[in-house]
Nanobody
Framework: QVQLVESGGGLVQAGGSLRLSCAAS????????MGWFRQAPGKEREFVAV????????YYADSVKGRFTISRDNTKNTVYLQMNSLKPEDTAEYYC???????????????????WGQGTQVTVSS
């Protein structure tokens, strides 16, 4: 069992930055691949970024590549999402999630994740 709690969301102007954190409980955090997803009102939840259990592999949605950076600190049971050059279209509820699958092909679908946080709102004003 893994419990996830996101923090760091807020209101920021376009071009600004935010860093989201996701704190996990449980001793097995380091064995999970961790992902960030987001969901805007009236839209489907979409993949944002993912990091493997070791931190050696990261993948990003094309819409955030070059602007967002995912990282993790297994000693602190925490995963981060550094978001730079924010755009109004980045406005959404952001969720972190834990995935126990070793198959990278399963890391991009929200349906393949085992545990979810409650979300943190990010609002980017123009």
């Amino acid at each position: 069992q893994v419990q996830l709690v996101e923090s760091g969301g807020g209101l920021v102007q376009a071009g600004g930055s935010l860093r989201l954190s996701c704190a996990a409980s449980g001793r097995t955090f380091s064995s999970y691949t961790m992902g960030w997803f987001r969901q805007a009102p009236g839209k489907e939840r979409e993949f944002v970024a993912v990091i493997s259990w070791s931190g050696d592999n990261t993948y990003y949605a094309d819409s955030v590549k070059g602007r967002f950076t995912i990282s993790r600190d297994n000693t602190k049971n925490t995963v981060y999402l550094q978001m730079n050059s924010l755009k109004p279209e980045d406005t959404a509820e952001y969720y972190c999630a834990a995935n126990s699958s070793p198959f990278a092909g399963y890391w991009f679908s929200s349906a393949k994740y085992d545990y979810w946080g409650q979300g943190t709102q990010v609002t980017v004003s123009s």
